[in-house]
């Protein structure tokens, strides 16, 4: 596709969009944007009557084209075309012109930033909405500098799109009076204007591809800024504060001259045009009154709107410059919520709405999971009871997390079912399902709020006792009430402020607040210490027989207490049963449990052997240090 029609097919997007946003008010403001070029062409048109009263006219012979129709309307309108009147019809069209002018400033903006709210809340709905596998399969970063960036740039591409269409009404009523005036003086500008335009076609072009280079790196630079803060942790425990400046230096660096091009080359076009300019005005103004014999004052009065003229042409290039930078910005956004929308989880009428407190066993028939090539889940079957502890082990890649993100909908089947009761997940309500679900993964992501409202996230209905009762129900009450505020204390960015134990014990009590039917725990002790994720196993012990509770869990001692442990690998049930059926069975669980104790073991001898050699190190100093002590004595 060429630049050209690149170009003309995101305008049109562009404009379709804004009509089908703002049906009313865009007619509106290309009416009044007529209008307003209607009543500049008027005031033009009243320069050559008042040049006639001040002596400056009647030089020619013939009698152009513009003055007949001025006289046909002074006449039709009953005036006399006298200097009172002339002055009066200038001042009393200069004054509307400029009403129209302010509403349509009003308009202009009230649209552009209406149109900005409205693509920002549609991209973010369409994210919201899309599959996990749409999210997870794209950056991050794209996302936050597609809602925060480029949706703001966008607006600007309707600015210059309105811009552009007025200053072409202007420069088409200035035109057909310059050619009732004079064409062959009108015919002379208007192809030294082309000529002028051709010129300065390449950085137009160039406009474009910078324009395609600055979204590409804006996009790295969010990404990569929002992983330094993620981050930040990392960074500096290596020490890598140096590494990391220097990236966004370097990618600034690539940024500063892509922007220092797209700023330059609109002065460059305005020079160009000058120059232009100011050559044809004075060639025509000694060869029009000389050679071709035109009358002077019909010459003023098209130069005189070329004066006008030109600062709008040249804006106009310029324009058409930065639309072509701009652009790419209203591509990227189009594109990107068209494919979000696109990967949505459409929500069909038969579907059925899951209510509170339902039990309802769970249940796998011959699931089959793919990722491209490679085969996740291989014809699993299982069944997981309600109000029941079920765990499932298995080495990593085995399809532990990805049975889970079936369970939530995040994750399709490619053939085979997922039930909740008797009614399959397809045919469910997915966000009334997931209401009845809660979910604590491994690392528990906190807002930067307080307490009470990081609790309330996914219920904002939940009242105070609902809260507290659930973090009493996660052992987690005794160190809100401790900090400063209790449940109105700040958490900090991600929960910065707290233990990760602590933010575990959050993220169990959010968890279960409000009637949930299930409760997943993937892997969610597996980075604590031994007395945080104590308190955490006491809490889920006490939900047993309250609510399903399924556990994915590495460490294969925090599972102890499940009804059930189901062992997977390479996407199949292996086995399955309970702690002390597994263990007798010596099968897969069996080595598993044996090759743990054998690192827990060996990690305790580790640790027992570091003592003592810290400990012979120690007294081989001591004895070092009397044995030169005797010496000197």
């Known amino acids: 596709m060429s630049q050209a029609t690149s170009l003309l097919v995101v305008g049109k997007k562009l404009i379709r969009g804004l009509l089908d946003h703002f049906p009313i008010r865009t007619p509106i403001l290309l009416s009044v944007m007529v209008l307003a070029g209607v009543t500049e062409g008027l005031t033009m ?29 002074f006449d039709y309108l009953g005036l006399s075309p006298d200097l009172p009147t002339i002055l009066t019809l200038f001042v009393t069209i200069v004054i509307a012109q400029a009403a129209i002018y302010i509403c349509q400033g009003w308009i202009s903006a009230n649209v552009q930033n209406a149109l900005v709210k409205e693509w920002r809340l549609k991209l973010l709905r369409a994210c919201l909405h899309a599959r996990w596998g749409f999210i997870a399969s794209n950056r991050s970063g794209d996302f936050v500098n597609a809602i925060v960036m480029e949706v703001f740039r966008a607006g600007g591409a309707f600015y210059l799109i309105f811009q552009f269409i007025a200053g072409l009404i202007v420069t088409c009523v200035y035109i057909g009076l310059s050619l009732m005036a004079s064409p062959l003086t009108t015919l002379s500008l208007i192809a030294g204007g082309l000529v002028a335009v051709f010129s300065t076609r390449w950085i137009v072009v160039r406009a474009r591809v910078i324009g395609q ?28 504060e140096r590494d990391v400046y220097n990236r966004v230096e370097q990618d600034s660096e690539e940024l500063r001259r892509l922007s220092t091009i797209n700023s330059f080359d609109p002065y460059l076009i305005r020079a160009t045009f000058e120059g232009f300019g100011i050559i044809l005005f004075a060639g025509l103004f ?51 919520t068209q494919s979000a929308e696109a990967a949505s989880q459409y929500i069909r009428p038969e579907q059925h709405k899951v209510t509170n407190n339902i039990a309802a066993d769970i249940s796998f028939e011959a699931l089959h999971i793919n990722y491209g090539d490679h085969k996740v889940i291989q014809g699993l079957d299982l069944r997981i009871p309600s109000r029941q502890m079920t765990a499932i082990i298995g080495p990593s890649g085995s399809g532990k997390t ?3 993100d079936c369970i939530l909908g995040l994750t399709d089947p490619h053939s085979g079912k997922v039930l909740i009761g008797e009614h399959p997940l397809e045919n469910l309500d997915l966000p009334s399902w997931r209401q009845q679900v809660g979910y604590v993964g491994q690392e528990t992501f906190l807002f930067n709020a307080t307490i009470r409202d990081n609790l309330r996230f996914g219920n904002p209905e939940a009242s105070d006792e609902e809260i507290q009762k659930a973090a009493r129900a996660a052992n987690a009450e005794d160190f809100i009430l401790k900090l ?16 990760g134990g602590q933010r575990q014990r959050l993220g169990l009590a959010r968890a279960l607040v409000g009637d949930k039917m299930l409760l997943i725990l993937d892997e969610a002790t597996s980075a604590l210490d031994s007395e945080s994720e104590k308190r955490v196993l006491e809490a889920i012990s006490r939900l047993h027989g309250h609510i399903t509770v399924i556990s994915i869990a590495h460490r294969i001692s925090t599972v102890r207490n499940a009804d059930k442990i189901c062992v997977v690998e390479e996407g199949r049930l292996i086995e399955s049963g309970t702690w002390d059926e597994l263990k007798e069975h010596k099968g897969r669980f069996y080595e598993f449990l044996r090759h743990q104790h054998h690192d827990t073991e060996q990690q305790d001898a580790d640790v027992v052997s570091a003592r003592i050699e810290g400990a012979n190190h120690l007294q081989e100093r001591k004895d070092v240090e009397n044995s ?3 010496k000197q004595k």
Do not use: C, W
């Open 45 to 73: 048109a009243l320069v050559l009557p008042l040049l006639n009263l001040l002596g400056l006219g009647g030089t020619g012979t013939e009698t152009s084209l513009l003055e007949k129709a001025l006289s046909k309307s």
């Open 402 to 404: 990805t049975l889970i």
């Open 484 to 499: 400063p505020g209790g449940y109105d204390a700040a958490v900090g960015d991600r929960g910065v402020r707290l233990s």
């Open 286 to 336: 000694v060869a029009g009154a000389g050679t071709l014999n035109i009358p002077l004052e019909l010459i003023l009065l098209v130069i005189a709107a070329f004066i006008r003229l030109y600062p709008r042409i040249m804006q106009m290039q310029q324009h058409l410059q930065t639309m072509n930078s701009i652009f790419p910005a209203v591509g990227k956004v189009l594109e990107l």
């Open 628 to 630: 030169e002590e005797l």
């Open 213 to 240: 280079e600055s979204v590409a790196q804006n996009e790295k630079i969010t990404t990569f800024v929002g992983e330094i803060f993620s981050g930040m942790k990392t960074i500096k425990a290596y020490a890598s």
